[in-house]
């Protein structure tokens, strides 16, 4: 079974930082381009970054761009999200989904196979 955990969320201040990671076990990590999507309450799921199978290729939304960097560490299996400059309009559930099929490029959630629980991040004022 393919299993994404989400940790690092919390909250935090407005302008403060936070790093999420993301874990994968079983399946072959270095087959998986890696993503980031957030639901705040009463909203839909939206893209926050992605990042390709090789890692040479990353893709931000708007919004994340320029605040946020993706990495991965194929010997840890993990992905993260670090998270600068936060603003209240960040608070989500953030979520980490995996795409085995070596495609790259789609922000929508249905091209992603596995997804991870989620977890909070809130910012406050």
């Known amino acids: 079974q393919v299993q994404l955990v989400e940790s690092g969320g919390g909250l935090v201040q407005t302008g403060g930082s936070l790093r999420l990671s993301c874990q994968a076990s079983?399946?072959?990590?270095?087959?998986?381009?890696l993503a980031w999507f957030r639901q705040g309450p009463g909203q839909e799921r939206e893209f926050v970054a992605a990042?390709?199978?090789?890692?040479?290729?990353?893709d931000y939304s708007d919004s994340a761009r320029g605040r946020f960097t993706i990495s991965r560490d194929d010997a840890k299996n993990t992905v993260y999200l670090q998270m600068n400059s936060l603003k209240p309009e960040d608070t989500a559930v953030y979520y980490c989904?995996?795409?085995?099929?070596?495609?790259?490029?789609?922000?929508?959630?249905?091209?992603?196979?596995?997804w991870g629980q989620g977890t909070q991040v809130t910012v406050s004022s």
């Open positions: 990042i390709s199978w090789s890692a040479r290729t990353t």
């Open positions: 989904a995996g795409d085995s099929s070596r495609h790259f490029g789609d922000r929508h959630p249905a091209s992603f196979d596995f």
């Open positions: 079983g399946v072959a990590f270095t087959t998986l381009s």
